[in-house]
């Protein structure tokens, strides 16, 4: 059967053991974001702060031939029928923990100079996702203009924050103008910037991994209520990887909010939060089916399909099956959509020209 031809809103990159060490100065590189595997765990170091996960033989064994060659990457997309993609970082999600001013833009240029030199200029089928300094808002706002410069179309900032910084603070405010002023997305990838175990017990695996999804939609919630969008109505802001059909649930919460207690909601938006939530928020889903229905059913069409490749919940080897199971009997127009459509809305890939 023919391929079913998608753009990915949703998958990674895995950055070469010795990025920052190779490329930070000798001052910088021994605090900069690192990983030593054991026999059984894996331990990381950024800035000080260590994490240790488990090893797991299968993730290893499961790796696509393309994780780590470009060249590779772009015949799995091939295989796959993937034409386009926006890629994340993988280890580059933990300089979001760097605090220290210096260290986290040195981090973060070294992985968006990589990014371009490596992969960007590798192929036009890519688009990265440049990281930001969170140590420094002036910082940031520097990174963004520099990576604009560079031929970067979207930016990437995690779900979670300090307290304190959460995303409704003024203490943002020159991002979002920035951004908007760059034409850059920013994308939020969820389980980023917290610790990814919530919760320890009984069913904590799938306990884990739905908690990832909550902070993208308190996201969206702070952007939307605290006037971010109402004020930056050219800016548009990615979800990655956390569904779909929440939004519109979001939403109809959102206004009943803003209706039913309208004399303390402040700041006073220019049109609902849902008509600001279906203007300007985008997500990404693989394997979500009820994130067609968002689209066909409740009428929020920034919905895009993601493969995640090559992370463990990606679709690599079945995104065919996926795609089929996913749009059967769904109007074409419905599945270009979320599957072409709406990923151009945000980015340029060249046209994919039949063999």
Known sequence: MDKIWVNSGDSHLLE?????????????????????????????????????????????????????DLTLRLADMDAEGIWGQLVFP???????????????????RAYNDWCREEIMNGSPRIVGAAILSMASTEDAVAEIERVAGMGFQCVFLPTVVADG??????????????????NLTIAFHIGTGSDAKAFRGPGAAVINYVETTFPGMRVVTHLVAAGVLDRHPRLRILIAEGGAS????????????????????????SALPSELIYRQVYTSFQHDVSAVPAVTAMGYRNVM??????HL???YGHTQKTLRELFQDVPDEVRHTITLDTFRKLFTVPDRVEA
């Open 16 to 68: 070469p053991a010795d990025l920052w060490t190779s490329r930070l100065p000798a001052h910088l590189a021994d605090r900069a974001p690192r990983s030593e595997r054991g026999d059984r765990h894996e331990t990381i170091y950024v800035d000080n702060v260590i994490q240790r996960r488990a090893l797991n033989d299968f993730l290893d064994s499961f790796r696509p031939p393309g994780a780590y």
């Open 90 to 108: 993988s280890m580059g999600f933990w300089t979001v923990l760097i605090t220290d001013r210096e260290l986290a833009a040195a981090s973060v």
């Open 165 to 182: 910084k959460e995303y409704a603070q003024d203490h943002w405010e020159p991002v979002w103008a920035a951004a908007e002023a760059a």
């Open 246 to 269: 929440w939004v519109p649930a979001l939403a109809d919460r959102m206004d009943e909010g803003y209706r039913q207690h309208g004399n303390w909601a402040l700041p006073k938006l």
């Open 305 to 310: 399909w993601g493969d995640d490749y090559p």
């Open 313 to 315: 919940e990606g679709t």
